[in-house]
């Protein structure tokens, strides 16, 4: 079972940066694939980008693309999610997953694909 740790949520304004971490522990051997999810009040949990541990292939949702970048840091078992240029529906609670592989390209974006789950980190971007 891998932990993970998500830290780095905060409230800014539209149009500010945030960095928000994803710290893994334990047995991460299996969980090649890393994403990161979002949910707002009353809506779906919904992934936001993903990384392929192995290769370093990530992918975006079409709505951040371009506005953040998902990257890792092997040596610490951290993965980061860099948000710039935010706006008002970004905000939500942020979840890193962890998961094996299932995709044939990348990592599925589906939460079911994913095993392990951090607790979350608040976002919250205001006007």
């Known amino acids: 079972q891998v932990h993970l740790v998500e830290s780095g949520g905060d409230s800014v304004q539209t149009g500010g940066s945030l960095r928000l971490s994803c710290a893994a522990s334990?047995?991460?051997?299996?969980?090649?694939?890393m994403a990161w999810f979002r949910q707002a009040p009353g809506k779906e949990r919904e992934g936001v980008a993903t990384i392929y541990r192995t290769s370093g292939y990530t992918s975006l949702d079409p709505s951040v693309r371009g506005r953040f970048t998902i990257s890792q840091d092997n040596g610490k078992n951290t993965v980061y999610l860099q948000m710039d240029s935010l706006s008002l529906e970004d905000s939500g609670m942020y979840y890193c997953a962890a998961g094996p592989k299932k995709a044939l390209v990348g990592c599925d974006v589906t939460p079911e694909s994913y095993i392990s789950w951090g607790q979350g980190t608040q976002v919250t971007v205001s006007s």
């Open positions: 334990g047995y991460t051997g299996s969980s090649v694939c």
